[in-house]
């Protein structure tokens, strides 16, 4: 049985978690990588396979909005290094068309997630304190202080455990920062604070001191005990995270602990799922590993980029490298050979790994395989042939990935001029060069002027790759190219009858 209905079954099966609400989070603080559409694809998986068993369910995914920016990109610095430490959402928008910094990262990966099929409903943490949705939990855990420093330190061992740290930050009233504000008193009513100067290692306070409501927007929880508050004020039933949330002492032993010894509130389902990895290491905006998520749609087609990180179990990580030669090219087949599984009635998980990928209604992907119209797209007057095979859509990927990722040994283009590389060419070369331009009065398909291709080197007794080595060294001044017969066939006659006829004079 495919992982997203495994799970699905499990969470049915045990009658714990009504009703079912699939809920996730990401913090919109600058453009992310591909890796982080894991997390919002594999809830979306199980969403839409706890749909197809009959139960009424919600998905919504968080914007962290109300997180402050703590680092920026180099890109980024000189103009937004004096908003460290100041909330996403009062932060100016990087382009036009925006409130705030926080609404244009929030957007840009929400388009993302839409163009690839993710139903959820999207929510604002910003908009959520504001309305004083949070209101309630903040008081918890404010009258709850000790008892949250004194699990820290049970489960983490962490040194938050002092005397007199209360579990919330308020946005300072004189200068907007909400990083390096620490509260350091609750009177059930109003919270005191200082905006500390040195709280952080990356942003100043200014060292005002004041006493504020920490309602209604006011102020916000630290993330570990925000996770778990998030869950109660919405009812959230089912969520996962990161491995790395679920190791021993982490943020996931935490919050596990706060529902139950701070908010009475029942533990949601875990899903600590694996990541995205390139050469063993895990994708990362601040590393520089892997793609934008914003550029996935550029580099695959939507139901491919599903496709990618769905058919792996959630449990298990995921190699991907854009710059290795066969990454994207086997991603290609491995989808193909989903959807003969799924068209053909074969291998159960691998049907329904094709048919999770789907954005509309499943349709069969082109027969042809990827590698081989990465040639043809290379090749002069192919258009009508990529046409004729319904290649026109993967035909646009295979040439970003020509562009963008296809090492030099798999580029080629026709040279205008007699290439050097002729030199070397034996008499018998030429001489299979010779009979090949005097072929091409008839009409061929690409296959069988391969094969001829390979008779005429046999009857000179040259091998293979000594005939095929006298086409690529006289057409693109290489030792090695794509398929020689449709090569051929995809230029102007008369040029390549001139070149051969050149050669053998």
């Known amino acids: 049985m495919f992982w997203a209905d495994k799970l699905a ?11 079912y609400w699939v809920d996730d989070m990401f913090t919109p603080s600058g453009y992310p990588h591909i890796g982080s559409l894991k997390g919002p694809l594999v809830h979306d998986l199980v969403f839409k396979s706890l749909k197809s068993k009959g139960v009424d369910s919600k998905w919504t995914y968080i914007m962290n909005d109300f997180d402050v920016i703590d680092g920026l990109p180099g890109d980024m610095k000189d103009k937004f290094s004096v908003y460290m430490g100041v909330p996403l959402r009062m932060v100016p928008s990087p382009k036009k068309g925006f409130d705030s910094f926080g609404e244009f990262f929030a957007d840009d990966i929400q388009s993302v997630l839409k163009k690839l099929g993710v139903e959820a409903e999207y929510i604002s943490s910003w908009d959520m304190y504001h309305d004083g949705k949070f209101n309630e939990v903040i008081k918890t855990a ?51 604070y200082t905006c500390e100067p040195d709280l952080v290692i990356w942003a100043k306070g200014c060292g005002h001191e004041g006493r504020i409501s920490p309602f209604d927007g006011n102020g916000k929880l630290p993330w570990k005990v925000d996770w778990p508050a998030h869950w109660k004020v919405l009812g959230v039933t089912i969520e996962g995270a990161g491995k790395d949330h679920s190791s021993a002492g982490g943020s996931r032993d935490i919050a596990k602990a706060l529902c139950k ?40 087609p939507l139901e491919i980029g599903r496709f990618l990180f769905i058919r792996t179990d959630y449990k298990r990580a995921v190699e991907f490298d854009p710059m290795d030669k066969n990454a994207i090219p086997s991603l290609f087949d491995d989808y193909q050979k989903a959807s003969d599984a799924y068209f053909n009635k074969g291998n159960d998980d691998l049907a329904r790994a094709f ?51 296809a090492p030099e040994d798999m580029k080629f283009e026709v040279k205008k001029e007699l290439p050097e590389t002729t030199k070397d060419l034996s008499d ?78």
């Open 428 to 505: 018998k070369q030429k001489e299979a060069l010779f009979i090949i331009a005097n072929e091409l009065d008839r009409k061929w398909d690409g296959e069988e002027f391969q094969v001829r291709i390979y008779e005429i080197g046999k009857e000179l007794e040259l091998s293979g790759k000594e005939t095929f080595q006298a086409i690529y060294k006289s057409l693109l001044g290489k030792d090695y190219g794509p398929k020689a017969g449709w090569l051929i066939l995809s230029l102007d006659p008369e040029f390549v009858k001139t070149r051969f006829t050149q050669i053998t004079k």
């Open 261 to 300: 010894e701070v908010f009475d509130y029942p533990n949601p389902f875990n899903i600590p799922y694996e990541f995205i990895l390139i050469g063993g290491k895990k994708m990362g905006s601040s590393s520089g590993l892997g793609l934008k998520a914003r550029d996935l749609p550029e580099v695959l």
């Open 9 to 19: 079954d499990t969470i049915i099966k045990s009658g714990q978690y009504k009703p």
């Open 142 to 192: 404010l009258d709850n202080s000790e008892k949250i420093q004194d699990i820290y330190e049970k489960v983490s061992g962490s040194a938050k455990a002092k005397a007199g740290w209360l579990p919330l930050q308020v946005i300072c009233e004189k200068c907007g920062k909400l990083g390096t504000t620490k509260v350091t008193d609750w009177d059930g009513e109003t919270v005191a």
């Open 355 to 405: 048919e999770l990928s789907q954005i509309g209604k499943p349709e069969k992907p082109p027969e042809i395989k990827f590698s081989t119209l990465t040639q043809w797209v290379q090749m002069p007057n192919m258009e009508e042939e990529i046409e004729a095979q319904g290649l026109s859509e993967w035909a646009n990927y295979a040439k970003v990935w020509v562009d963008r990722f």
